[in-house]
């Protein structure tokens, strides 16, 4: 296996996008990642997309394809990654192989989702039915908020973590959001917003929920050989990558305080990268509900099981504090277009470690330029963690 | 946001129909009040959901156990905003119960007030059909 680094990185603004259709907004991200790394769409050898709802939240059973006609980029090798809300790390990892392998020089990673072409309930439907539909779904309607408050409920009882703590999160995702000009909701709540809105799945509410974006993010992966060709500036290369996963019924997880696939997936990413998570100079971790914050500063190794919420009340996950974590808003404020998230996650890491772009009170100090993307798809069924160093 | 022009995409309806011919007992066991779990004659493993083969030593071999109903609730939530097929319900409490014999169960929690219900209570699993007819289990209070 070969080095590989991201030479090119680009987003599509988040929000409710009923102005595009899928192609659309994904030519919207892939542009600027061309023009970004200094390449044309010809370049590019593979690719690898990320969408989740092809066919059931938007019209397309094929969005690759299309994805791939409408950037220039048909010819090349083509496949869509599904791993759920992970299907972009998928994308990212899949990419990765090509170029690690030797086959392709250049590979691409395009995430792109658009989720707002129908309505709420069907969309609660959809994703409740993101998990097993036979046996957790068909008879017992559990939405994705309540596969994640069965975790809150858990990991309250045997640590005493509060609902105020879980409200911490979503205030401080709020906040870097509001000086993250591609996110989807950029206004600053407080903990009364949070406690006050209306609950969703108890002891989940409204706030402690991300939204349902439509979004788009595109990365361009290349060899070291290519890194010098094009005599790219700041390369960040791909230091680690951890995958694993989690039983597809809910009753079969060992428990409900943090998930396996997050510890599993995050220790092999440190060994290959030879790094401990002290030496993170910033992550983004998925955040797709309050409590999943929390247990993934616990399962990710940035304390100790039990003490996720100690490390949010201490404001140790801020800018200033021992790890900046979700500093573009996370999937709670910035979005969640689920088969993007994954490719936005590297675009934000990029950025930071590049220290280029990204709006001044939301740049992590870099020490080590190191970075961390812990990337969750269903409730703990996929999991994939990268670890990026400038 | 003012509305963005659109065109409506062609309407399908989708209904599936699930083959459950491997795991009939379960879903007749239900009819006569019993909840059943599957047991791999090769390793002993218990399983539920049931299943008709086994991914611990992969033999095909099963028997049905009816299982004891004895619960303890180790988490749950209360589902207020429902998915469009949900709608008709009112908010409902699903929870994941352990049962003495060892295997998990994630089902509807039903006869508690909510402020009642504790990680922790013990509860009865009982199998259940419901007005609509559909065969299902819930977790209810110890009689
Ligand atoms: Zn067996």
């Given at each position: 296996?070969?080095?590989?680094?991201v030479?090119?990185v680009?987003?599509?603004?988040f929000?409710?996008?009923?102005?595009v259709n899928?192609?659309?907004?994904a030519f919207?991200?892939?542009?600027p990642?061309?023009?970004?790394?200094?390449i044309?769409?010809?370049?590019?050898e593979?690719?690898?997309?990320?969408?989740?709802g092809?066919?059931?939240w938007?019209?397309?059973?094929?969005?690759?394809?299309?994805s791939?006609?409408?950037?220039?980029?048909?010819?090349?090798g083509?496949?869509?990654?599904e791993?759920?809300?992970?299907?972009?790390?998928?994308?990212?990892t899949?990419?990765?192989?090509a170029?690690?392998?030797?086959q392709?020089?250049?590979?691409?990673?395009?995430?792109?989702?658009?989720?707002?072409?129908?309505?709420?309930?069907?969309?609660?439907?959809?994703i409740?039915?993101?998990?097993?539909?036979?046996?957790e779904?068909?008879?017992?309607?559990?939405?994705?908020?309540?596969?994640?408050?069965?975790?809150?409920t858990a990991?309250m009882?045997?640590?005493?973590?509060?609902?105020?703590?879980?409200a911490?999160?979503?205030?401080?995702?709020?906040?870097?959001?509001?000086?993250?000009?591609?996110?989807?909701?950029?206004?600053?709540?407080?903990v009364?917003?949070?406690?006050?809105s209306?609950?969703?799945?108890?002891?989940?509410?409204?706030?402690?929920c991300?939204?349902?974006?439509?979004?788009?993010?595109s990365?361009?992966l290349?060899?070291?050989e290519?890194?010098k060709?094009?005599k790219?500036?700041?390369?960040?290369?791909?230091?680690?990558?951890?995958?694993?996963?989690?039983?597809?019924?809910?009753?079969?997880?060992?428990d409900?305080?943090?998930?396996e696939a997050?510890?599993?997936?995050?220790?092999?990413?440190?060994?290959?990268?030879?790094?401990?998570?002290?030496?993170?100079?910033v992550?983004?971790?998925?955040?797709?509900?309050?409590?999943?914050?929390?247990?993934a500063?616990?399962?990710?190794?940035?304390?100790?099981k039990?003490?996720?919420?100690?490390?949010?009340?201490?404001?140790?996950?801020e800018i200033?504090g021992?790890?900046?974590?979700?500093?573009?808003?996370?999937l709670?404020?910035?979005?969640?277009?689920?088969?993007a998230?994954?490719?936005s996650?590297?675009?934000?890491?990029?950025?930071?470690?590049r220290?280029?772009?990204?709006e001044?009170?939301?740049?992590?100090?870099?020490?080590?330029y190191?970075?961390?993307?812990h990337?969750?798809?269903?409730?703990?069924?996929?999991?994939y963690?990268t670890?990026l160093?400038? | 946001?003012?509305a963005?022009p659109?065109?409506?995409?062609?309407?399908?309806?989708i209904?599936?129909d699930?083959?459950?011919?491997?795991?009939?007992p379960?879903?007749?066991?239900?009819?006569?009040?019993?909840v059943?779990?599957?047991?791999c004659?090769?390793?002993?493993?218990?399983?539920?959901?049931?299943?008709?083969?086994?991914?611990?030593c992969?033999?095909?071999?099963?028997?049905?156990?009816?299982?004891?109903g004895e619960?303890t609730?180790?988490?749950?939530t209360?589902?207020?905003?429902?998915?469009?097929?949900?709608?008709?319900?009112k908010?409902y409490?699903?929870?994941?119960?352990?049962?003495?014999e060892g295997?998990?169960?994630?089902?509807?929690l039903t006869?508690?007030?909510?402020?009642?219900?504790?990680?922790?209570?013990?509860?009865?699993?009982?199998?259940?059909i419901?007005?609509?007819?559909?065969?299902?289990?819930?977790?209810?209070?110890?009689?």
């Amino acid at each position: 296996m070969r080095k590989v680094a991201v030479i090119g990185v680009g987003s599509s603004k988040f929000g409710v996008r009923n102005d595009v259709n899928v192609a659309e907004l994904a030519f919207e991200a892939f542009k600027p990642s061309v023009e970004d790394a200094g390449i044309s769409p010809k370049d590019i050898e593979f690719v690898a997309v990320g969408s989740t709802g092809a066919g059931a939240w938007y019209e397309e059973l094929l969005p690759a394809v299309v994805s791939a006609e409408y950037c220039g980029l048909t010819g090349a090798g083509l496949v869509r990654c599904e791993a759920a809300c992970a299907s972009g790390s998928a994308a990212f990892t899949t990419a990765y192989w090509a170029v690690a392998s030797g086959q392709a020089e250049i590979a691409l990673a395009l995430g792109v989702e658009k989720m707002r072409e129908i309505d709420t309930p069907t969309m609660m439907e959809w994703i409740g039915r993101a998990g097993y539909y036979l046996w957790e779904f068909h008879n017992f309607g559990v939405t994705f908020p309540a596969y994640y408050a069965l975790y809150a409920t858990a990991h309250m009882a045997k640590f005493g973590t509060t609902e105020e703590d879980l409200a911490l999160v979503a205030v401080k995702n709020h906040k870097y959001a509001s000086m993250n000009p591609i996110a989807h909701l950029q206004n600053r709540i407080t903990v009364d917003d949070v406690l006050s809105s209306m609950v969703i799945a108890a002891p989940l509410k409204l706030f402690d929920c991300c939204p349902v974006t439509d979004g788009a993010a595109s990365l361009i992966l290349a060899s070291e050989e290519k890194v010098k060709e094009l005599k790219i500036d700041t390369p960040v290369w791909v230091a680690g990558i951890g995958y694993a996963s989690g039983t597809a019924n809910l009753s079969k997880r060992l428990d409900y305080v943090g998930l396996e696939a997050t510890v599993s997936a995050s220790q092999m990413a440190y060994k290959m990268a030879k790094i401990s998570p002290d030496q993170l100079d910033v992550a983004v971790v998925h955040d797709c509900f309050t409590i999943a914050e929390i247990m993934a500063y616990e399962d990710l190794g940035f304390c100790k099981k039990g003490e996720g919420a100690k490390l949010i009340r201490e404001g140790q996950t801020e800018i200033g504090g021992k790890i900046p974590v979700n500093v573009d808003g996370g999937l709670k404020a910035k979005g969640h277009p689920i088969g993007a998230t994954g490719c936005s996650m590297i675009y934000e890491l990029t950025k930071q470690l590049r220290e280029e772009a990204v709006e001044k009170g939301r740049q992590a100090p870099m020490k080590n330029y190191i970075a961390l993307a812990h990337n969750v798809g269903g409730t703990g069924h996929y999991c994939y963690v990268t670890i990026l160093r400038r | 946001m003012a509305a963005m022009p659109s065109l409506k995409s062609r309407e399908i309806k989708i209904v599936q129909d699930i083959p459950i011919s491997k795991t009939l007992p379960f879903w007749e066991g239900l009819k006569q009040g019993k909840v059943l779990a599957t047991k791999c004659k090769k390793c002993g493993k218990l399983y539920f959901p049931p299943v008709a083969d086994c991914s611990q030593c992969l033999a095909s071999d099963m028997e049905w156990v009816e299982l004891s109903g004895e619960a303890t609730i180790e988490t749950f939530t209360h589902v207020v905003v429902r998915p469009t097929t949900f709608q008709h319900e009112k908010p409902y409490t699903v929870a994941i119960g352990r049962l003495k014999e060892g295997v998990r169960v994630l089902a509807w929690l039903t006869g508690f007030k909510l402020s009642e219900v504790k990680v922790g209570m013990k509860a009865k699993l009982v199998a259940k059909i419901t007005p609509e007819g559909n065969l299902t289990y819930e977790f209810t209070r110890l009689e």
